[in-house]
């Protein structure tokens, strides 16, 4: 596989006008009742500096839960993180670890010693799970004698991230337990990732394989590619391997049925360098942006996460837009995004209180990824020009 030898960091994130000082990342937002009956604001009173605190908030509470060798207390119940709950899942913690590191980098947040040990421990953590297999080229993450498209994906997400948060520091890029530097640990990630194409088709990917033996289990995700492709992307992976990922997929309409987005971010970021043609993804990222808007289904669930997740969709969609003003949307289809949108965070705050985001109306566990996914989306709104 040919890799373009530099990474291209990706390009969402602030205006340098909109970036704030340190001193946002200790303030504290206003308590939430953790069994408000309704959204505790208006959607009209949501405002960047609101969406900024929740961010880092959640990003602190993060930081409490990341523990001295890499690992995160995976899930407490609200209020009361001594009161773990069991269980662990790498994609999840690589996928935390990208939302700490891009809020880091994102709100220039300078880290103090402490804080930059435990993120270099929890890239390590993962660093030590990466290996050669025999069956396949390339880097595999191992979790539980398995590898998983999506770990890897995820792990493509946290590792340019981790670059550049901790680029003044030389030493600390060569700390976290890696199999290799920075750069070839992430090609070799894509090495692997693409070596589970299937050459007759370039959308279909095998998602999850025995370490041993490579034994295709036949388990197929409705995210997983969605993943490996934005990770690609993201990691500076060569665009004559990506573009034709991105355009099958695109053209089969892959993701718009589970309103995936970690499609959504793929496809944005396709069609914010030019991957694919850009009638392909106008129609592509309508018909999602439809599919998110006209039905909200996922609302009745009363659960933080799912509409987290299609929030972080929408934010991006506006993103896009903001690079490419008119090229994929409408007037209209703004509109009606950014009311969905705000509707969304207001909603999500029913379930927030001091960084915690607990599952839903009828659960109190906190768990890392709900936070991933809810502070995701307050921070990448917050960031939005205008």
């Known amino acids: 596989m040919r890799w373009t030898g530099v990474h291209r960091p990706l390009t969402f994130g602030p205006h340098p006008a909109q970036l704030r000082p340190r001193s946002l990342f200790r303030k504290t937002v206003m308590p939430v ?17 609101l969406a900024r605190a929740v961010a880092a908030e959640g990003l602190a509470h993060l ?3 990341l523990r001295p060798e890499g690992s995160f207390i995976y899930a407490h119940k609200m209020d009361d993180p001594e009161a773990e709950i069991e269980g662990y899942n790498m994609l999840r913690h690589c996928g935390t670890l990208w939302f700490m590191l891009r809020a880091v980098n ?53 590792l340019p991230e981790y670059a550049r948060a901790m680029a003044p520091d030389a030493a600390a890029l ?32 095998a998602h999850m394989r025995q370490a041993e033996d490579g034994h295709d289990e036949g388990f197929h ?9 934005f990770g690609l992307i993201a990691s500076g992976a060569d665009p004559a391997l990506t573009g034709p990922v991105a355009e099958a997929l695109m053209q089969q309409g892959y993701g718009i049925d589970v309103q995936s987005h970690w499609m959504s971010y793929a496809a944005a970021e396709a069609c914010a360098r030019g991957l694919v043609p850009q009638d392909l993804g106008r129609d592509y990222l309508g018909a999602l942006l439809a599919a998110i808007v006209t039905d909200d289904s996922y609302r009745n669930r ?12 929408l934010a991006h ?20 995004l950014k009311r969905c949108l705000r509707e969304n965070l207001a909603l999500q705050l029913r379930w927030f209180r001091r960084g915690q985001f607990r599952r839903g109306d009828a659960h109190d566990k906190v768990q890392i990824d709900y936070i991933q996914h809810n502070a995701m989306a307050f921070l990448a709104w917050s960031m939005l020009p205008g």
């Open 317 to 336: 969609f506006l993103w896009l837009d903001t690079q490419a003003p008119g090229r994929f949307f409408t007037p209209e289809q703004i509109r009606d």
């Open 221 to 229: 995700s409705d995210y997983y590619t969605g993943e490996a492709l």
């Open 106 to 158: 994102v709100l220039r947040l300078p880290l103090l010693k402490t804080e930059a040990r435990a993120l270099r421990a929890g890239v390590g953590y993962a660093g030590r799970r990466m290996r050669a297999v025999d069956w396949a080229p390339g880097l595999a993450l191992v979790t539980g004698g398995r590898v998983k498209l999506g770990g890897v994906g995820l792990a493509l997400l946290m």
């Open 302 to 313: 009363a659960e933080s996460t799912p509409i987290a997740c299609r929030s972080e969709a």
């Open 174 to 205: 060569r700390a976290p337990r890696l199999p290799m530097d920075l750069p070839d640990t992430m090609a070799a990630l894509g090495t692997y990732a693409f070596a589970q194409q299937d050459k007759a088709d370039p959308a279909r990917f």
């Open 63 to 65: 930081f409490r839960m």
């Open 33 to 49: 009742s953790a069994r408000a009956p309704s959204a505790p604001i208006s959607p009209d009173a949501l405002t960047p500096d």
